[in-house]
């Protein structure tokens, strides 16, 4: 059995806003320095991009793909958004497959066109279930606690999305904005298993795999990560790992345009509008969660596997360095030569042993250390904008920004403690 790291939701060059390098020869060579051994083909739906898809992988035995230089497998599947505007995750068991949904959903809405790589179909939630499972296919809802596309944002159970397919649904893909804390306080997930994903609009290993699963497989291929998510307590996923759900763009309640963060309510007794600037203000995924929860406390089911937090290798040493970006020569130079070092990013953050991250880098290796042992803080994301981690070097430094920054950190900014009128 082999235990490989999975990256199963990005988008290629024909979906909105997304690289132009995002194409699987450079897909694959940067998934092998970032330590995945699979990513998910994307937007197979869409014709341009099933025929480069097609050009550029083979299938190296019965439903196994790999790139022509053979550093990454493929498995097949995409995201579509259904006639509410909810998005879905689907894998399949082939490329013909593929052909065959593709001809089942012609004409419940425009495939092809410049930006349809996450086409919008005409279709229920219910219905698309229903085309991905007659092609041999699983479907389950993605990023699913964000405000505008995200299931829960629509309806309070899985249940009332998926109608009669509820029965067929295996799982769920959580989102940057959440994690396994958040999503096993909702009591009918613990029938589910989780998947975690970066969603990536570009290659470059600070976006692809800054969520990913570790999952056993007999091979990398849909078969087995069917087996994997269908047959949970085998346990077979045995990590997921990704950023700290405050670090996503929608964590908690903020206005869209200004970014200020508000209690839920006085969001509400506002309106929903911000008192800085007017914009409106966005339910954050921290709240809608509260809202739905079953639970209190942290819980899960016996077969959930460890959730991992994560930060893109290229932040820490930014951080470590005190770069402006990630982009810049002084980050990416000891990026590279850590990454040649140890063979791959997630190696690097995740089983490399300490003494020999700090004889390779030093200043870094103390920052990857202490994120290790979480001495780290996040000032919470909101209204679109990414929330921020700051990495201390000890406990210590950890306790006194908690101080410093206690208003930050708790993501309520100053409008959003005001008293309304009606209040007083
Ligand atoms: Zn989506
Ligand atoms: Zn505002």
Known sequence: MLELNLDLQMHGLYAGGVSKNMEIPVMAEQSKLKGLDALVTA??????????????????????????????????GGEVEDNRRIHHLFYLPSLESATELREKILGFGNLDCILCGRPKLRLSAEQIAEKVVECGGIFGPAHSFTPYTGIYAFYDSLKGAYG???EKLKFIELGLSADSYFADL??????????TSSDAHSPWPNRIGREFNRIKMRKPDFASLKKAIEEKD??????????????????ATACNSCFAKYRIGKAEALKWRCVKCQGEIKRGVRDRIEMIADFKEETHPEFRPPYLHLLPLAEIIQAAVNSKGVNTRAVQSRWLSLVEKFGNEIFVLVDAKETELREADKEVAEKIIAFRKGFVLYIPGGGGNYG??????????MQEKKKELYRELEGISEEGMQKTLGEY
Do not use: Q
């Open 388 to 397: 921020k981690p700051i990495i201390c070097s000890s406990e210590k430094e």
């Open 186 to 195: 909702i009591k009918e997930n613990h029938s589910y298993a989780f998947l």
């Open 234 to 251: 085998e346990k077979l996923i045995t990590l997921n790992a990704g950023l700290d759900p405050r670090e996503g763009k929608y964590h």
């Open 43 to 76: 937007d197979i739906l869409h014709k341009k991009w099933f025929e480069h898809v097609k050009k550029n992988l083979v299938e190296e035995s019965n439903g196994v793909y790999a790139d022509l230089k053979g550093k990454c497998n493929f498995i097949v």
């Open 164 to 166: 009669a397919m509820h």
